[in-house]
């Protein structure tokens, strides 16, 4: 019997990760989720209640528990100001680290750390690897970074890798990030010509899509070497441009885009396409899903969460 124990399944990236562990669970394997509230569709008994800011009641959760993996996803991200970025990403972390290190036996964690970690990119640096050095120049990248730092400390028996996450995209994408921004203006607007707002659009990212990267973390929990920082992302990059063309492309619709100076952050790299060797050789996960599918199902979420089952036609 294995028992997994899940932070953030809350979130966008941790209820696809729910999705993709549930059906490859044996029968007697457990399934337990940490949070300070439920995920409303999780049953009562899979859920226990503990706050990472809390060192008292996460070490009683904890040996509790007794679990066999972790993935460890909860976190703060943009807009949250650095102090909570701080607070939660790096010292929750080492709470939740300290509180399972004392565990008797190897418990195998995943920390899920983030492109932001890198900073600025060269284009000579391109496709970027896990070795190379990190600059990051926003409070979130650095949060991450020392995150990602402090989990690669020696923590006795825990077996410990970090899962590098790429620019998620894919069906439900929240409006705190560019497609799920541009696709709930689509999806909302009430006339055929929608004006929307957006950043530098010649920016390329290398986006991953949702489902693929909770495959890629439940794959390092089983078989990410100790001590390994793994990229998860689709080796490929895109522009902003070609996402939002696509999404304008099946909502039907007139667009025009105004520049939104806030949308734009200093010192983000032209390019993030990242190489994906590492986790493909050692792990055997690879991406599945391609860029053109996950717009797609972005969309056809969007127009979901609107009421809407078709996109407007001209």
Not at 108 to 125: F, K, M, N, Y
Not at 164 to 181: C, D, K, Y
């Amino acid at each position: 019997m294995a028992t997994w124990l899940i932070t953030g399944a809350g979130g966008w990236l941790g209820g696809h990760v729910l999705e993709s562990l549930e059906p490859t669970l044996a029968p007697d394997d457990r399934l337990v989720v940490l949070g300070r509230n439920r995920p409303s569709a999780l049953p009562r008994g899979q859920f226990v209640s503990a706050d990472l800011h809390d060192n008292d009641g996460l070490n009683r959760v904890v040996r509790e528990v007794a679990p066999d993996f972790v993935l460890h996803l909860a976190g703060k991200t943009p807009p949250a100001v650095d102090d909570e970025l701080y607070e939660t990403n790096v010292r929750g972390t080492e709470r939740l680290l300290e509180a399972l290190r004392d565990l008797a036996g190897p418990t195998r964690v995943v920390v899920v750390g983030s492109a932001a970690e890198l900073g600025p990119i060269q284009p000579a640096d391109l496709p970027v690897v896990e070795d190379q050095p990190c600059r990051p120049t926003q409070a979130y990248g650095r949060s991450k970074l020392a995150a990602t730092t402090l989990a690669l400390r020696n923590w006795g028996e825990l077996r410990i890798v970090v899962g590098r996450v790429f620019n998620l995209i894919g069906p439900g994408t929240p409006s705190s990030l560019a497609f799920g921004r541009f696709a709930t203006q689509l999806a909302a607007a009430k006339d055929h010509w929608v004006e929307i707002q957006a950043g530098r659009l010649d920016s390329r990212r290398d986006f991953v899509d949702v489902r693929d990267a909770a495959r890629a973390l439940i794959a390092l929990a089983e078989r990410g070497r100790q001590g390994r920082v793994y990229n998860v992302a689709s080796g490929r990059s895109y522009t902003i441009q070609d996402g939002l063309d696509r999404l304008v492309s099946l909502s039907g619709r007139t667009a025009q885009v105004a520049f939104d100076a806030g949308a734009q952050r200093a010192g983000e790299p032209d390019d993030t396409r990242a190489d994906i060797s590492r986790i493909t050789a050692e792990v055997g996960w690879e991406p599945k899903i391609p860029f053109e599918r996950s717009i797609a199902d972005l969309w056809a979420s969007a127009l979901a969460r609107n009421g809407k089952a078709l996109p407007l036609t001209a």
